[in-house]
């Protein structure tokens, strides 16, 4: 019987050659973009999961109150250098620790090669063991072990070797402001792009001891610099809870000297966060890369389910809609004694097939379409994650639910079809069938409209966001990194900056717009006779006399810092936003008042703008400018061009950066470009979005189509008795689309507050975001309206102009 079922089941493919191509095809594009989807969602939870011993390791995080409030002030996944030895040495069940220092931008010199390597980090010498670093050349016990050390992947090593064997080689090495000789001791594999980190050059960790760098008492007493990647492995099924009620002590154990008047518990914490966690549920202020987040596997968990729906509604309606093409083999195979079951089988078998073919398409479109994938969410996703054993069964039973669910519905209604009114031309299907039709339909319209929606928002939030003012002007400005061999000679070096007229101004800072604002400190007003510390959270940001006038910010009271007072070198500058939580009733209120900021006391000499410094996912936070006594503490220099001749303005930016700093590689960025990696991970959610929602939409349309070709085939006769009374096409197509229209309808009734909720959900991430404009709304529906109305309108035209005669003399 089987074979039989699959020989009636390729004839019937073949017989109907565009019902059966639509049904494969509707399929087959459902199932390619869930397969797509799907090992999106298999790569973002996979983060390090196979590090031997995921599930028992943890980063050690730091969280930091306000003092006066209890409020959390700063949530960082790094810690101090002293915390790791320290944690190791008190608690027993700590079973191994490793720590990660990131060096951010380092100039790497050999022979005449010379670069700037993004991913440099210090690594002590269990790291290799601890990650399971898949080691090229070298051993991996000691090739961190001794100062000086250094490790590099085998593209960075072939980037400055090339065919030389780079073992024992010296490199130089500029870790912070002067050259240091390193010996390459290692070469590894690179990280696998599902980890969430990517060191490109590790150094070995004991190198940090030299004063050169950081020095040995740093980090032994050093609680103040919270840049150490920690991180630790416990016993199997152990619970870090434990642990982490232990720690309010550890700290007040050790760090008591720190705070004067507070326990230490109270103004800082640690916590333990699982590594395989890091990727989609880490959120701190500081992370080694840019992560992923659950809701966005969530979100399009729910577009591929969406997508597989509307797939499988889709042929059943189109199944359902050819049933009068076979109600006869139906009527005759009950009449030779077939039973109702063994009819089911028959059409499941045949839905089952028809699955069968879609997915092995769906597999090989999958492996044509990973590449533009790859590209549009900056991954690198490879088809063999699906072939994995535990994940390939369950792909294999797909095409049995898919085929299962499409086909049940349309194995019933024909199973029940009556073989003596068939056999006599007499098929008339209740009006029970037609309404689950619509309801089907109506739900594939919902589900539709919530994508157009949720487009439409997603875009209009994204053009906000790039259009909205900021509080300054960004255009033209050109951003370097600031070395400490620049600082002796800064002023030369601006002073030959601008003798082009091309440039109009360069400045320094510790921090640039659309870098993170996460360095604070304690402030204080003038209470009385003596300084008092306030109940607010103050961010800063150390700059030179030039950063205000190069980004173009206002200032709403006072003056900006000037070279032509010395006491600006103790001033300080406040927003808008620092002013109000200060208690100043107006801008003007706040100068000349005394103010207390990191240790300095100063006078406050004016008042900017509120601007945004952060991304639009950050409120406006209160804010303090201050000159620093040490130029060390700079970290980038801004230098604003004329516009009308920008390649000039660089050449002559890079001119004077050899001149300078002929040994520290040229590189630089415009703050636009900075701008654009803000929104880089919404801006591949955008493509995604759009990309699956189309295809959504277009496999909904195929269901339309379907019911459309149902409907207006039962009503052929009607059609022609309406045109030999003189109905004209016009009216008829009318007629036909109404109640399809009403679907429609109905449909955005049910989408809109879901839809409404959703993004509404989504739009909280953001601190600045548009208000949902109602006219989304109507313009989904309407939207959604004219695509059913297209759709509809080739049948309902095929219909209405077709010759009454041929569908009336059956009468």
């Known amino acids: 019987m089987i074979k039989n079922y699959l020989k009636i089941a390729f004839r019937n493919l073949t017989k109907y050659k565009f019902t059966s191509f639509i049904n494969v095809f509707g399929l087959t594009v459902g199932l390619t973009c869930c397969l797509l989807i799907f090992t999106f969602i298999l790569h973002e939870i996979s983060y390090d999961k196979f590090q031997p011993n995921a599930d028992r390791v943890y980063r050690v995080t730091r969280i930091f109150n306000n003092q006066q409030t209890g409020a959390v002030s700063l949530n960082l996944s790094t810690v101090a250098p002293p915390f790791g030895p320290l944690l190791q040495n008190d608690f027993k069940e700590i079973e191994d620790m490793t720590r990660m220092y990131p060096n951010n931008v380092t100039p790497l010199k050999y022979n005449d090669k010379i670069f700037n390597e993004q991913k440099v980090f210090f690594a002590d010498d269990r790291f290799v063991d601890f990650f399971d670093v898949k080691m090229l050349r070298g051993n991996p016990q000691k090739a961190l072990s001794e100062p000086y050390s250094v490790m590099l992947t085998d593209e960075t090593a072939k980037k400055y070797f090339g065919d030389e064997d780079p073992i024992n080689k010296i490199i130089k090495i500029n870790p912070s402001g002067t050259y240091i000789n390193f010996k390459v001791t290692g070469i590894y594999k690179p990280f696998p792009s599902n980890t969430h980190v990517h060191p490109e050059v ?168 990973l590449p533009w994938l790859n590209k549009v969410s900056a991954q690198n996703l490879d088809i063999n994650i699906l072939l994995n054993w535990k994940i390939i069964i369950p792909i294999i039973m797909v095409p049995f639910i898919v085929g299962g669910l499409s086909g049940i519905y349309p194995a019933m209604f024909m199973s029940s079809f009556k073989p003596v009114k068939v056999l006599k031309g007499f098929l008339k299907t209740g009006s029970g069938n037609i309404s689950f039709r619509k309801v089907l339909v109506t739900l594939q319209f919902a589900i539709s409209i919530i994508l157009i929606i949720a487009t439409a928002i997603v875009f209009s939030q994204m053009r906000y966001m790039q259009h909205r003012p900021l509080g300054f002007d960004r255009e033209h400005i050109v951003t370097l990194p600031y070395p400490a061999a620049l600082s002796d000679k800064f002023e030369s070096f601006r002073t030959d900056l ?123 936070v209160p804010l303090v400018l201050f000159v620093p006594r040490n130029p060390d503490f700079f970290g980038r220099v801004s230098i604003k061009i004329a516009g009308s001749n920008i390649p000039a303005a660089l050449s002559h930016i890079e001119n004077t950066w050899k001149k300078y700093l002929p040994e520290t590689p040229y590189e630089y960025t415009f703050l636009d470009e900075n701008f654009a990696r803000l929104y880089e991970v919404e801006e591949r959610q955008k493509s995604l979005f759009t990309t699956f929602a189309f295809f959504a939409i277009f496999i909904a349309c195929l269901g339309l189509f379907g019911l459309s070709a149902f409907t207006i085939t039962q ?61 989304i709304f109507i313009m989904a529906a309407v939207v959604a309206a004219m695509i059913a109305l297209i759709t509809i309108s080739f049948q309902a035209i095929k219909a209405a102009i077709a010759n009454p005669v041929k569908s009336l003399r059956t009468e």
């Open 202 to 369: 590790l150094l070995s960790f004991s190198t940090l001891n030299d004063s050169l760098v950081l020095g040995e008492n740093d980090l032994k007493t050093d609680f103040g610099n919270n840049s150490f990647f920690t991180y630790i492995r416990l016993p199997g099924n152990y619970d870090s809870k434990k642990l982490i009620a232990q720690f309010p002590a550890f700290l007040d154990r050790y760090m008591a000297n720190q705070y004067v008047g507070i326990k230490p518990s109270k103004a800082t914490s640690l916590s333990l966060q699982k590594l395989t966690d890091i990727h989609l549920r880490s959120h701190t202020d500081y992370e080694a890369e840019v992560n992923g987040d659950i809701s966005r596997v969530y979100i399009f968990s729910a577009i591929a389910l969406f997508i597989l729906l509307i797939a499988c509604i889709n042929y059943m309606n189109l199944s359902t809609a050819r049933s009068t093409l076979r109600a006869r083999e139906i009527g005759i195979r009950k009449t030779v004694g077939a039973t109702r079951k063994e009819i089911m089988a028959q059409f499941l078998s045949e839905s089952v097939l028809v699955s069968w073919i879609a997915m092995i398409l769906a597999f090989g479109l999958t492996s044509l379409l």
């Open 715 to 775: 009503r052929v006769k009607e059609i022609g008795i309406r045109k030999v009374l003189g109905a004209d096409v016009t009216t008829i197509v009318a007629l036909l689309s109404k109640d399809f229209l009403v679907l429609v309808f109905i449909s955005a009734v049910i989408a809109f507050p879901v839809a409404w909720y959703f993004m509404n959900k989504w739009l909280q991430d953001f601190a600045y975001r548009i208000s949902m404009p109602w006219w």
């Open 498 to 620: 601008l003798e082009n007229s091309n440039i109009k101004n360069a400045g320094r800072s510790s921090r640039i717009p659309t870098g993170r604002l996460l360095d604070a400190s304690n402030a204080s007003m003038m209470s009385g006779d003596t300084l008092a510390p306030i109940k607010a959270d103050i961010k800063m940001v150390v700059c030179d006399h030039d950063f205000i006038p190069t980004y173009g910010i206002k200032m709403v009271a006072g003056r900006g810092f000037s070279r032509d007072f010395s006491t600006d070198t103790s001033g300080f500058l406040i927003n808008e936003a620092a002013a109000k939580v200060l208690g100043f009733k107006t801008n003007e209120d706040a100068v000349g008042k005394d103010f207390g900021y990191n240790g300095r006391k100063g006078k406050l000499i004016g008042v900017f703008n509120d601007f945004n410094f952060e991304s639009m996912h950050q409120k406006i």
